[in-house]
């Protein structure tokens, strides 16, 4: 009854400039990931509110290419008007719940059919758990059993990451913490836009 995430929000996705161009003029659709380490399973990703995380991101896609699909050649952000709709909220009790009893079904299922559970795991020396195959199966086996029992599917997630270097000793924020969205639904993005900087 009150989990839902009044209004609209703004999200900034980190792509080449030409993509950037080409989806903000609606000539190609923003494409949905579906990796096996997607943080919060399959579908578009924006940071929530954060245009610099977003070109952060992009910058860091050209020196390690081997994480995207595309080469970027020139830095640059789409902005987006988005709608969560029903989402899963994951800075809410109620969604972290159906995380818990979605993990636990699929841990009983691994034990049963000897199938190990997947691992979320970091990339070379980062201390960050970079690659999420474990969230990201829990998240997609969420989605699998709503459909499966006929329950309203969710049109996003988002979830708070904690991430990075403590910003002081002994500090509780990292310079990288940071709010995702997972757009399931592509009906939620409302609109694209070149953000003003």
Known sequence: MYS????????????????????????????????????????????EGNYSRALEYAHLLIKNSSRNKGKIKKPAVIGAIIDLGNCLNLLESESIDLLKESYNLLSISSKTTGKPLPENKSIDTEKDLLLRHLDCAVIENLHAMRKEIELPVFDSVRGYFREGKEIYPNAGFHDKNHIQLCIRNPKSIKGFFKPII
């Open 4 to 47: 839902s995430v009044p209004g609209l929000v703004f999200g900034f996705h980190g792509c080449d400039e030409e993509i950037a161009n080409l989806v903000i003029s609606g000539n190609i659709p923003l494409s949905k990931s579906q990796n096996s380490y997607d943080w919060l399973g399959h579908g578009i990703y924006f940071w």
